[in-house]
């Protein structure tokens, strides 16, 4: 099995990160001794997450609650682990929820993630996950990092701008480690104290924090609606470019015009093999020349050696066109009745697959109806992405 | 046409609001006479909605944002007019927005509403609505009321208890109108400039405002949630006990725990009227005796009769039950596609119907697979509730 693709972000090809966070490491008031420019700035974060989630009024802690299956708190790690300059992070999780910590980072193939038993409170637990990080625990595999980024297990939607901001008025205010929050209460503690310098980063609205149900629900849509961004279609010709197929990606491209909408062929496979190392989430396989399921499973085959859906489900609606007077049309519904049998299959994987035929008449204004339908209903399934009618052939 | 039926709340039947207000006009310390105790008080509402939607990130103003095809500001008005003691609701809008304001009101069907120019500041809005309050107006319609609750335009979720707090606390406080917000910046005004009286009333996590992207997603979350807590199964059949529609019904009640199900025959309709009045806006017509729409149609007959799918959209799911061994499948599919044409006509009237097609195959355990389901995709139509999927025949 591939281990599946990193998260979108700048890291492999795009230094940018990492160099400023080098930039603002030089000017840190507090560093003991000069350090090379060349290298970078050693940064980790403590995730505070040993919360009981009482303001939710579910019996599951807050940052374990699912959103589309995964857990809250996988959302924030992804989006931690994709700023590459964050050399390690810490959770800080209750003995009770530990095994389920460690079950998470392994279904979801999270890295650089260390466990520490969480405090009775919040500060007790950021507490541990500093000493974890300390330099004189003998068995630990993480290096001392100059700044510790203190980050909400329930702020799934941080940006690594934000983050940059915060490691740089780390090391010019050369403030400790607990007024790194995006709040003010630890703030105001640092404050209060006085023996530390602190400085209140401005944040941005995407920072806001999971705290009622109501924001488990708007994470749900925000989620779908990212993911919904990039349709890729597969057709399953070339040949000529003014067929049914081309008319539907018009028609897609016109009706969702804030979409990215690509094409991808399954031979030869590259452009396809690159679509999904971008993590597209969304296929569309158009079928004019054949009604079997040929290219749909070629399709499903490459999706799941991708391992791309370990983090989001994958919608993929197989397209078939359908001339009602030709064809007899339970002749093609019986032979399309077998996706039902492959949906099964592929939903265990996390993929979504549905049916969709569209009626072809040779009437020009009624095939732009019916080609407009399948589009409706293509985007109704993108973008409300339920399980619940997976294996479905739908008709346009 | 008949008029919508009332929104939820206590109005006709129980008055316990009126009373518990009444009890709080006669603690009013500013009555300059004695009020006779049966009056009732007269309660007034402002709404200021001449807000920009700045912060939303989306060119309509918030409060005229669509949550289920129906603008934000409408629910506002019919939480607060389900509150029988509010006489009149007062809205401020802008005059660009005049007109559709006025379109919202008829359309929905809102009682007791006047429109004023909103002013340049909120403060100016909520002026211009006290101004067309006061007894002086000569073409007035309006009654001079005791209190008058502001509240803003893009906070649906108000409930009846907490507007009956701020109507008590303003009898025994007797302070002005604009500290009747349930923020802290008009309290803070109030304090500030010291010739009145303030109480900050404890307000509830409903009572959040819709300010970001996030929030409308949160709200029509929300609102999809509390209108899918009730279902109506309606049955062509209740000779046999024991048969497959109430097999589909245990099953129904036992996945779906947390909804009531509650069962209604369309001959004798009285039930199914008074579930309707109840306003259940979900509905599984199970046909077990027939495999045509008849019994459907006469339950849409109500439904559009009842016009209880002015305010939000009614899920309707025609099912049916087939042997794919003794009746050939494409023969029931070719009868039950004409569910697409009915679903475009009711589609018009806000009514989203749906067919599904169970197997009911001998073997017990097949059998009870396929309506669990049964169940599961009903459950998704009626949480989805989105009419990219109106006339489609679902199999299960």
Same mark, same amino acid.
């Given at each position: ?98 095994? $389920?910590?460690?079950? /998470? *980072?392994?279904?979801?193939?999270? %890295?650089? !993630?260390?466990? #520490? ?100 629900? $708007?994470?749900?849509? /925000? *989620?779908?609606?990212?993911?919904? %961004?990039? !349709?890729?279609? #597969? ?162």
């Amino acid at each position: 099995m591939e281990p599946r693709p990193a998260a979108p972000g700048p890291c492999p090809g795009d230094s940018r990160g990492a160099e400023e966070a080098a930039a603002a490491s030089s000017l840190n008031p507090a560093g003991a001794e000069a350090q090379p420019r060349r290298r970078a700035p050693a940064v980790a974060a403590v995730l505070p997450a040993g919360g009981s989630g009482e303001r939710m009024g579910v019996p599951t802690p807050k940052q374990f609650c699912p959103i589309l299956e995964r857990p809250l708190i996988s959302y924030t790690l992804q989006a931690l682990e994709r700023v590459c300059w964050i050399k390690d992070i810490v959770v800080a999780v209750t003995g009770e929820n530990m095994e $389920a910590m460690k079950r /998470i *980072i392994q279904k979801y193939q999270h %890295q650089r !993630i260390s466990l #520490v038993e969480a405090g009775v409170t919040r500060h007790r637990s950021i507490f541990n996950g500093l000493k974890a990080l300390a330099e004189d625990q003998p068995d630990s595999k993480l290096s001392k990092p100059e700044v510790v980024i203190i980050h909400d297990a329930v702020r799934p939607f941080v940006e690594e701008d934000v983050l940059l901001k915060v490691v740089t008025a780390a090391k010019e205010h050369g403030c400790s480690d607990y007024d790194l929050e995006f709040g003010t209460e630890c703030l105001q503690l640092a404050l209060k104290y006085g023996h530390i310098n602190a400085k209140l980063v401005e944040g941005s609205p995407d920072l806001w924090k999971v705290t009622y149900k109501r924001d488990l629900y $708007a994470a749900e849509s /925000i *989620i779908k609606e990212r993911i919904s %961004q990039h !349709i890729c279609i #597969v057709m399953d010709t070339k040949e000529d470019e003014n067929h049914v197929g081309h008319y539907l990606e018009e028609i897609l491209k016109n009706e969702l015009n804030h979409v990215k909408v690509t094409s991808g062929a399954l031979c030869p496979a590259r452009d396809l093999e690159q679509i999904i190392l971008e993590q597209c989430y969304n296929y569309v396989c158009v079928n004019v020349m054949s009604s079997d399921f040929e290219e749909t499973r070629k399709l499903l085959n490459m999706l799941e050696e991708s391992n791309l859906s370990i983090l989001y489900p994958i919608v993929v609606i197989s397209v078939y066109f359908l001339d009602y007077k030709s064809v007899p049309f339970d002749e093609k519904m019986e032979s399309l009745i077998q996706i039902r049998e492959y949906a099964k299959e592929v939903k265990k994987r996390n993929i979504l697959l549905s049916g969709l035929l569209i009626y072809f008449p040779q009437d020009e204004q009624k095939l732009q109806a019916s080609l407009r339908q399948g589009v409706t209903i293509i985007a109704t399934l993108i973008k409300e992405r339920n399980s619940g009618l997976v294996g479905q052939l739908l008709v346009a």
